[in-house]
T-cell receptor, first 115, second 115 residues
Framework: AQKITQTQPGMFVQEKEAVTLDCTYD???????LFWYKQPSSGEMIFLIY??????QNATEGRYSLNFQKARKSANLVISASQLGDSAMYFC????????????FGTGTQLKVEL | KAGVTQTPRYLIKTRGQQVTLSCSPI?????VSWYQQTPGQGLQFLFE???????NKGNFPGRFSGRQFSNSRSEMNVSTLELGDSALYLC??????????????FGDGTRLSIL
């Protein structure tokens, strides 16, 4: 079974600063994928970034980067130059190869960007 | 390219009734997954469909069922509704089969309220 742990229920960051959202995972499968999603108050889930377990380099997508530390089983999301529109709930999730497309989600981190 | 479309957006039902939710995946996407999101249990996987066949199933009672049509559109049905079924139901699609480790793209969800 897979497990995702997000220990920060809420975070505040000032506009234009960088912020790191923590995520640790647990699985015995050697091949897996890690994902981050953003959920604004309107409810839709927006895919942000993906990291494969065998990827050598950390994934980056625009202002989003994933700090992947395999030995520590952590996959933290870094948002650079925060914007007011980044205020939302952020979920870390994982799937394992051979497990279909089933995503196991963490409990989420509510990010609030302030002026 | 149109995203994942879920209908209806909002639904109010009473205990004991049944409900059908619809999901149209992104054009060309063949795998559809369903998730339930509640404040208490978070995001939980319901089931996944590919080629009109259920490929994965989460830990939900038999009152929750689904199907997929030849055009990849999917429906989920909940019978004998209970108060605890009040939730946001999210549908996600992905282009490949149930191979895992690929981003899933979510719809805006159907918010179901049980009175």
């Amino acid at each position: 079974a897979q497990k995702i742990t997000q220990t920060q229920p809420g975070m505040f960051v000032q506009e234009k600063e960088a912020v790191t959202l923590d995520c640790t995972y647990d699985t015995s499968d050697p091949s897996y994928g890690l994902f981050w999603y953003k959920q604004p108050s309107s409810g839709e889930m927006i895919f942000l970034i993906y990291q494969g377990s065998y990827d050598q380099q950390n994934a980056t997508e625009g202002r989003y980067s994933l700090n992947f530390q395999k030995a520590r089983k952590s996959a933290n999301l870094v948002i650079s130059a925060s914007q007011l529109g980044d205020s939302a709930m952020y979920f870390c999730a994982m799937s394992v190869t051979g497990g279909g497309n089933k995503l196991t989600f963490g409990t989420g981190t509510q990010l609030k960007v302030e002026l | 390219k149109a995203g994942v479309t879920q209908t209806p957006r909002y639904l109010i039902k009473t205990r004991g009734q049944q409900v059908t939710l619809s999901c149209s995946p992104i054009s060309g996407h063949r795998s559809v997954s369903w998730y339930q999101q509640t404040p208490g249990q978070g995001l939980q996987f319901l089931f996944e469909y590919f080629s009109e066949t259920q490929r994965n199933k989460g830990n939900f009672p038999g009152r929750f069922s689904g199907r997929q049509f030849s055009n990849s559109r999917s429906e989920m049905n909940v019978s004998t509704l209970e108060l605890g079924d009040s939730a946001l139901y999210l549908c996600a699609s992905s282009p490949l089969g149930p191979v895992g480790n690929q981003p899933q793209h979510f719809g805006d969800g159907t918010r179901l309220s049980i009175l």
